[in-house]
C-alpha cells in the first residue's frame, strides 16, 4: 500500500494563478482532511471529508476550495492564488472508528 | 473555538538530556494525540492517550494526560539525535461531533546537539 500520497511535492505560483492539489489514498479510509503547515502555527484545518461527495469547512477555509468526487481522492483548489498561501499543504486520511490520522508527505507551495 | 497551546517552542538539548514538552487546552479533551515530524517530513502519529491520568510509555518517551483532559506532556529520557524533530500534541474536543477533526498545538522544535 502507498498510503497517503500527495501531487505535486512542490510548486510555485505567480499571484492570481490557480491550480489544484490531489491527495489520493488506498487505505480505504471515509474521513480525509486538508492542512497547511506554518512556521510556529502548527497544522491548521482547511477544508475536511467525511465521506465521498461530503465537504466541511475547517478552521481556514478563505481562499480554498475542495472537492470529494470519489472515496480514494480528496483535491484542493486554490482559484486565485496569494502570497498569504504559501505554505506548506498536508492531506491525511483516518478510517472510521479509529482517530488516528495517516499523513502525506506534503506540498510545499510557494506564491510569488 | 478551541485552542491548543503547547510549550516551548523551541528546545536544545545535549545529547544524554532529558526533554519535555507541555500542550494545555482551553477546553476538555476527550483525547489527546502526539505526532512527531522529523525535518523536512510529515507528521507520523505516535500515541493517543484518552483516559484521565493516562500514563503510557514507548521506550524512552513517557506521555501523560492531565486529570483534568485538559493538559498532556511528552517526556524523552536521555535524548538522542535521532529524536530530533517537531512533536506536536493534538487534540478531540469532548462533547459534540467533531468528525475526527483534531485540534494542534503549535509543536516544540527539539534540537539535539552530538
Known amino acids: 500500500n502507498a498510503g497517503v500520497t500527495q501531487t505535486p511535492k512542490f510548486r510555485v505560483l505567480k499571484t492570481g494563478q490557480s491550480m489544484t492539489l490531489l491527495c489520493a489514498q488506498d487505505m480505504n479510509h471515509e474521513y480525509m482532511y486538508w492542512y497547511r503547515q506554518d512556521p510556529g502555527m502548527g497544522l491548521r484545518l482547511i477544508h475536511y471529508s467525511v465521506g465521498e461527495g461530503t465537504t466541511a469547512k475547517g478552521e481556514v477555509p478563505d481562499g480554498y476550495n475542495v472537492s470529494r468526487l470519489k472515496k480514494q481522492n480528496f483535491l484542493l483548489g486554490l482559484e486565485s492564488a496569494a502570497p498569504s498561501q504559501t505554505s506548506v499543504y498536508f492531506c491525511?486520511?483516518?478510517?472510521?472508528?479509529?482517530?488516528?490520522?495517516?499523513f502525506g508527505p506534503g506540498t510545499r507551495l510557494t506564491v510569488l | 473555538g478551541q485552542q491548543v497551546m503547547q510549550i516551548p517552542q523551541y528546545q536544545h538539548v545535549q545529547e544524554g538530556e532529558d526533554f519535555t514538552t507541555y500542550c494545555n487546552s482551553s477546553?476538555?479533551?476527550?483525547?489527546i494525540q502526539w505526532y512527531k515530524q522529523r525535518p523536512g517530513g510529515h507528521p507520523v502519529f505516535l500515541i493517543q492517550l484518552v483516559k484521565s491520568g493516562e500514563v503510557k510509555k514507548q521506550k524512552r518517551l513517557t506521555f501523560q494526560f492531565g486529570e483534568a483532559k485538559k493538559n498532556s506532556s511528552l517526556h524523552i529520557t536521555a535524548t538522542q539525535t535521532t529524536d530530533v524533530g517537531t512533536y506536536f500534541c493534538?487534540?478531540?474536543?469532548?462533547?459534540?461531533?467533531?468528525?475526527?477533526?483534531?485540534?494542534f498545538g503549535q509543536g516544540t522544535i527539539l534540537t539535539v546537539h552530538p
Open positions: 477546553t476538555t479533551l476527550s483525547n
Open positions: 493534538a487534540g478531540f474536543n469532548a462533547g459534540g461531533t467533531s468528525y475526527g477533526k483534531l485540534t
Open positions: 491525511a486520511s483516518r478510517a472510521t472508528g479509529t482517530d488516528t490520522q495517516y
